[in-house]
């Protein structure tokens, strides 16, 4: 990976940590994006004294917000010619429904949303890599999403877990729709389920009893930091995926997703509203 430049969201803690780790132990120049600059300083200098690569660099920028997402492509278009590898990464959950600012279900807008905007604002820049893929990490819950347009403004009967599932079931079809689009290009797009992982997602921004039983079951059954960044990582730099595209992993293999993710007309429709709340042309 010693040629390549890699950005990826969420990368100054947990699986995005991890997987910015690996590939900067393979020589890769990495870039990190999150909201907090304390948090993004400590983990560029972490990620150089861990694997002696100083090629990283971070920018700070707040997933939830769309004016946040487009000065950080801005930037990164002006500071950078190509991208190879886009991670789209970064997400959460959220206990209660609340608006960001653009008056976007704060979890939609954080976990498919950005991915959605962030992929296509830096498109271009990833069409000038020969080597080109983007890499959703999505999750083994999107098997018990469903998708109702109207959460995405409005309390529908907002509960935590509806709200995380159907915003990662939107990551497994933002993928397959953007194959579709891309077909004809060299730009690959796949999903991941990167396992139940010990990190601090179910930690923050909940309730105590959410975050005990978060904490209690991540320690009895959670898999570590670098085995969670597997996935991403093979998606990222393995020769096997080469070419390979509009697919959804888990455990560094092709698995079947969720037969709706597959719903090609709920596909374009989450494309079409997407871009109707989050302008891209
Ligand atoms: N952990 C699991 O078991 C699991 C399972 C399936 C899928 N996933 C997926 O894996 C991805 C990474 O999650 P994780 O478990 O590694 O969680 P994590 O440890 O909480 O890391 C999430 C990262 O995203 C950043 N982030 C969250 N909201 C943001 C925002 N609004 N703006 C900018 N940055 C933001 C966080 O920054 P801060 O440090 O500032 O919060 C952090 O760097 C997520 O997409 C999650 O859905 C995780």
């Avoid at 890699?6 to 690996?22: K, P, Q």
């Avoid at 109702?148 to 993928?175: C, H, M, P, R, W």
């Avoid at 729709?177 to 290009?185: D, Q, R, S, V, Y």
């Amino acid at each position: 990976m010693k040629d390549k430049t890699v950005l990826i969201t969420g990368g100054n803690a947990g699986i995005g940590f991890a997987t910015a780790e690996s590939l900067a132990a393979q020589g890769a120049e990495i870039i990190i994006a999150s909201r907090n600059e304390t948090k993004l300083k400590e983990a560029v200098a972490a990620l150089q004294n861990k694997t002696g690569n100083k090629k990283i660099k971070y920018y700070v920028a707040d997933f939830s917000s769309q004016k946040s997402i487009r000065s950080l492509a801005e930037q990164i278009k002006k500071d950078y010619d190509k991208i190879d590898v886009l991670i789209n990464n970064a997400g959460g959950v959220f206990p209660d429904f609340k608006l960001s600012e653009d008056g976007l279900e704060m979890t939609i807008a954080t976990n498919h949303f950005a991915y959605f905007l962030l992929t296509n604002l830096l498109l271009e820049l990833i069409k000038k890599s020969d080597y080109a893929r983007i890499v959703n990490v999505a999750s083994g819950s999107h098997y018990r999403g469903k998708i109702d347009f109207k959460s995405f403004t409005k309390d529908q009967g907002y509960f935590i877990l509806k709200a995380y599932e159907q915003s990662k079931l939107a990551n497994v079809l933002f993928t397959f729709a953007l194959a579709e689009k891309l077909k004809g290009t060299q730009v690959t797009v796949n999903a991941l389920h990167p396992g139940f992982v010990r990190t601090d997602i179910g930690n923050k921004d909940t309730q105590w009893y959410a975050k005990m039983f978060w904490t209690l079951a991540s320690r009895i059954a959670a898999i570590s930091l670098e085995d969670g960044a597997k996935t991403s990582v093979y998606l990222a730099s393995s020769k096997e995926v080469k070419g390979v595209t509009g697919k959804y992993f888990n455990k560094c293999k092709e698995q079947e997703p969720a037969a709706l993710a597959k719903d090609k007309e709920l596909q374009k429709e989450l494309w079409n509203m997407s871009a109707l709340f989050c302008p891209i042309a």
